[in-house]
Nanobody
Framework: QVQLVESGGGLVQAGGSLRLSCAAS????????MGWFRQAPGKEREFVAA????????FYADSVKGRFTISRDNAKNMVYLQMNSLKPEDTAVYHC?????????????????WGQGTQVTVSS
């Protein structure tokens, strides 16, 4: 099992940047594909980005491609989401998640473990 705790959210103006962090417990962190999802009020959970076990492969939603970067540090059991050029429509609670397989990455029900989330608010 793995436990996930997100941090780094906050209030930022449009065009600004934030870096989200997700700390994972457990000794098998490198065996998990990691993803970031977000959920805005009244909307369904939305895929943002995923990164493979070693970090060699990444996958992004079209809505964030070129603005967000996912990375991981297996030595520290950490995964990050660097968010640049933020827009008001990026406002949501951001969750990190873990799973074993590199398939159907955008499907939230394929992920086994979830963090509680961190709020990101982008003002116009």
């Amino acid at each position: 099992q793995v436990q996930l705790v997100e941090s780094g959210g906050g209030l930022v103006q449009a065009g600004g940047s934030l870096r989200l962090s997700c700390a994972a417990s457990g000794r098998t962190f490198s065996s998990y594909v990691m993803g970031w999802f977000r959920q805005a009020p009244g909307k369904e959970r939305e895929f943002v980005a995923a990164i493979s076990w070693s970090g060699g492969s990444t996958f992004y939603a079209d809505s964030v491609k070129g603005r967000f970067t996912i990375s991981r540090d297996n030595a520290k059991n950490m995964v990050y989401l660097q968010m640049n050029s933020l827009k008001p429509e990026d406002t949501a609670v951001y969750h990190c998640a873990a799973r074993g397989r590199w398939v159907r990455l955008a499907q939230s029900n394929e992920y086994d473990y979830w963090g509680q989330g961190t709020q990101v608010t982008v003002s116009s």
